[in-house]
């Protein structure tokens, strides 16, 4: 059974960097079969899709546009995790965050099927 | 970017009763289509993936459909642990998107 693990602050001052992390237990960051993936919710934006890394011979990372320039997303091996770095907040960034894993195999389309806690990040002074 | 539009954006409904929420991509996206039930202060929890593939320990009252560009979410018979927001998630190509939501909630 996949288990994430989210860790990091729940407030962050504007124009500062909010960083999570995610630890893998029962697969691994560099499995050929995964993209692990930061999502957030908020009243305003619904569910959005922040970012994933993935590993397929080498490391590839996947943006949204809304946050490209802004966000950074990075496996750890040596401590099966992955994390998220988010610079120059504001408000507008103010969600919950979600880890999660998203699972390409053989016989169907990907899906998140695994999911992190959610971690409350608030933006404010 | 593929737009995921649902309906309705939230619907009152009893326990017993058969409800039936739609999502439409903006292009198809064959059968790359997957719903979440999402409760307060909880992770997200897969239900279908592929359209109309139940998730593994999900009841079978959850039942999914469709192809191309347009597709449902049925609950038949809605038990007291089934009000929740339900969402809609193309997984055909990056930036993966989600729709809206519907939040069902007690009549």
């Known amino acids: 059974q996949v288990q994430l693990q989210q860790a990091g602050p729940g407030l962050v001052k504007p124009s500062q960097t909010l960083s999570l992390t995610c630890a893998i237990s029962g697969d691994s960051v560099s499995s050929n079969y995964a993209a692990w993936t930061w999502i957030r919710q908020s009243p305003s934006r619904g569910l959005e899709w922040l970012g994933r890394?993935?590993?397929?011979?080498?490391?590839?990372?996947e943006y949204a546009v809304s946050v490209r320039g802004r966000i950074t997303v990075n496996p750890d091996t040596s401590e099966n995790q992955f994390s998220l770095q988010l610079n120059s907040v504001t408000p507008e960034d103010t969600a919950v965050y979600f880890c999660a894993r998203d699972f390409n195999g053989d016989t169907s389309p990907p899906l998140f099927d695994f999911w992190g806690q959610g971690t409350l990040v608030t933006v404010s002074s | 970017d593929i737009q995921m539009t649902q309906s309705p954006s939230s619907l009152s409904a009893s326990v017993g009763d058969r409800v039936t929420i739609t999502c439409r991509a903006s292009q198809s996206i064959t059968n790359y289509l997957n719903w979440y039930q999402h409760k307060p202060g909880k992770a997200p929890k897969l239900l279908i993936y592929?359209?109309?593939s139940l998730q593994s320990g999900v009841p079978s009252r959850f039942s999914g459909s469709g192809s191309g560009t347009d597709f449902s979410l049925t609950i038949s018979g809605l038990q007291p642990a089934d009000f929740a927001t339900y969402y809609c998630q193309q997984s055909y190509s990056v930036p993966l998107t989600f729709g809206g939501g519907t939040k069902v909630e007690i009549k």
């Open positions: 592929a359209a109309s």
């Open positions: 890394t993935y590993y397929r011979s080498r490391w590839y990372n």
